[in-house]
């Protein structure tokens, strides 16, 4: 089964900038979302399609791809923004969605 | 604004059947596919299946011959079933709706989320 590899866990002073990675076998040829979640509410769509932002996304949270890695940045960091992230794709091969072992992003 | 809301028992007894229904407000059930998500306390995001208004239906493997998902288009819900569920199946519950097919692109994201139920197995 496809595996997407996250690191547990991001540390980062406000106003610095977050990069968490999303690692699976040539990702390049998929699309990957990545979620926003915190404790007790809802999951976010942040980023979809490799890059795209939902409406009322912020400009600083951006996505991209190369090779076999996916990669989510947050910059100019905000409290608010620490949450657990999962990067996510379908796996056509087996019908299946996949998501990240997650990320936790602890803001300093 | 499109909201989702699950519910269902909390506590489940072992080897029982859970029974879960999300229930869609501010937009029809027709115009997208439906996943529910799972995640164990302390763990990551976990896909159980997904449903389209139009009949197919797909589920994890892992989870094959226990799960089933199905629509009721009257009260624009989607329910979920689990049989013989174990500790294994405690967890927080979400509902997600997947955009599909959107001029002629087909979307994998899932888009809106429900704030989950919490579903515990035990005696």
């Known amino acids: 089964s496809y595996v997407l590899t996250q690191p547990p866990s991001v540390s980062v002073a406000p106003g610095q900038t977050a990069s968490i990675s999303c690692g699976g076998n040539?990702?390049?040829?998929?699309?990957v979302h990545w979620y926003q979640h915190k404790p007790g509410q809802a999951p976010v769509l942040v980023v979809h399609?490799?890059?795209d932002r939902p409406s009322g996304i912020p400009e600083r949270f951006s996505g991209s791809t190369s090779g076999n890695t996916a990669t989510l940045t947050i910059s100019r960091v905000e409290a608010g923004d620490e949450a657990d992230y999962y990067c996510q794709v379908w796996d056509g091969g087996s019908d299946v969605y996949v998501f990240g072992t997650g990320t936790k992003v602890t803001v300093l | 604004q499109v909201q989702l809301q699950e519910s269902g028992p909390r506590l489940v007894t072992p080897s029982e059947t859970l029974s879960l229904t999300c229930t869609v407000s501010?937009?029809?059930?027709?115009?997208?596919?439906w996943s529910w998500v799972r995640q164990p306390a302390g763990r990551g995001l976990e896909w159980v299946g997904r449903i389209f208004p139009g009949g197919r239906i797909d589920y994890n493997p892992s989870l094959t011959g226990r799960v089933l998902m199905s629509v009721d288009t009257s009260k624009n819900q989607v329910s979920l079933t689990l049989t013989s569920v174990t500790a294994a199946d405690s967890a927080v519950y979400y509902c997600a709706r997947g955009r599909g097919l959107v001029d002629s692109v087909f979307y994998y994201d899932m888009d809106v989320w429900g704030r989950g139920t919490t579903v515990t197995v035990s005696s």
């Open positions: 040539n990702i390049g040829s998929k699309t």
């Open positions: 501010g937009d029809s059930i027709y115009n997208y596919y």
């Open positions: 399609d490799d890059y």
